[in-house]
């Protein structure tokens, strides 16, 4: 497939990435930001734009892959394609936002991407929606070689795996935020909790959370629990998330 790539950014470079690897030309790379444009096409060897007007309208793939904020803006602005297929790449933005493009779907990588990082996709879940059985045939023809774990999945479905991920990856670093700040009030290091992060991480690749599931709360130690919010009582909000997440761990045990 011959393929333009819409954005710039994190999930932008890493599919070009990965799609001119497994022999896809990539076209051309459109940013607003012409040097962002240039840096990932000369990357993968494709021309830079920073006007949509200037899209090549022979491509087979236009690939969307933006803030979820701009999606609808670069959708509006662009010319009438008649020959490829129109993806975006959001877990969150349902696909009838496509509906003015023929061949219209969806390409949802399950999976938090950094350019810094160089990242194996053959590894991350992929989920896929169109809008015709042929344009899902074509994007998991796309897909497999590149990804071993595709998987059809309609708008709804995708947004309950997008708040999922949050729930899994943006969360729980946000707890290792609060962590750190709480070590570094007693002038702790925060490595001392990177073995019990790793192994927390290790422990559900092979268990469901609920079978691993430790703690006070689990075990209804309400004396340690409130030990721990009389410590954390200098922040309301620390005591409101621990006394929440506990409130949380009790209820689930006894569903």
């Known amino acids: 497939m011959e393929i333009v790539i819409i954005g710039s950014g994190n999930v932008a470079t890493q599919l070009a990435k990965a799609f001119c690897k497994h022999g896809h030309p990539i076209k051309q790379v459109f940013s607003k930001q012409s040097a962002n444009a240039k840096a990932l096409a ?11 007007s200037d899209l090549d309208l022979e491509a087979d793939l236009y690939l969307i892959a933006v803030s979820d ?3 609808a803006q670069v ?5 009438e394609i008649k020959k490829g297929i129109v993806v975006h790449t959001s877990g969150a933005t349902p696909i009838e936002i496509l509906q003015r493009f ?3 779907g969806v390409l949802y990588p399950a999976q938090s991407i950094s350019r810094q990082v160089e990242i194996d996709i053959t590894g991350i879940p992929f989920g896929i929606e169109a809008n015709s059985s042929e344009t899902s045939e074509s994007l998991f023809n796309l897909l497999t070689p590149i ?5 059809s999945c309609n708008s709804k479905q995708r ?3 997008h708040v999922s991920a949050v729930l899994v990856n943006n969360f729980p670093n946000a707890l290792f935020s609060m962590a750190q700040e709480i070590l570094e009030r007693e002038n702790m290091d925060f490595d001392l909790l990177r073995p019990i992060i790793l192994e927390t991480a290790n422990k559900v690749q092979n268990h469901l959370p609920t079978e691993v599931q430790t703690g006070p709360a689990v075990r209804n130690d309400f004396s340690t629990i409130n030990r721990h919010l009389q410590f954390l009582s200098y922040s309301n909000e620390l005591t409101q ?3 929440h997440l506990s409130d949380f761990i009790i209820k689930s045990r006894h569903k």
């Open 75 to 79: 959708i509006s602005e662009m010319p």
């Open 42 to 52: 000369d990357t993968v060897k494709a021309e830079s734009i920073s006007n949509l």
């Open 241 to 243: 998330i621990y006394q």
């Open 102 to 104: 023929d061949k219209a």
């Open 159 to 161: 947004l309950a795996l």
């Open 147 to 151: 990804a071993t774990r595709i998987f």
């Open 69 to 71: 904020t701009a999606i």
